[in-house]
């Protein structure tokens, strides 16, 4: 079983920012492709940002230029620095570990961000 922990989420007023960490078990997060998710109130999850075993980063449009992820094999670790952060930002974040070779796919519990004045 691996378990994902995700801590750094809370209330930050417009064009501030946070730093979302994710906190793996196990001993594959290595070859894992890492990403993060959020969901916002009545709208589907979205990818937000992915960062494959070999270092490759994609990230959705909307946060381009403004967020940053990466990860630390040695402590298995996900981050995710937010800056310049929106209103629209505003959502429950999800950390997750993707294993496609072998058909396995894990997610955390979340951490609310909510961006208001």
């Known amino acids: 079983q691996v378990q994902l922990v995700e801590s750094g989420g809370g209330l930050v007023q417009p064009g501030g920012s946070l730093r979302l960490s994710c906190a793996a078990s196990?001993?594959?997060?290595?070859?894992?492709?890492m990403g993060w998710y959020r969901q916002a109130p009545g709208k589907q999850r979205e990818l937000v940002a992915a960062i494959t075993s070999g270092g490759n980063i994609k990230y959705v449009d909307s946060v381009k230029g403004r967020f940053t992820i990466s990860r630390d094999n040695a402590k298995n670790t996900l981050d995710l620095q937010m800056n310049s952060l929106k209103p629209e930002d505003t959502a429950v974040y999800y950390c997750?570990?993707?294993?496609?070779?072998?058909?396995?796919?894990?997610w955390g519990k979340g951490t609310l961000v909510t961006v208001s004045s």
């Open positions: 997750n570990a993707d294993l496609p070779l072998y058909v396995m796919n894990y």
């Open positions: 196990g001993r594959i997060f290595s070859i894992a492709t």
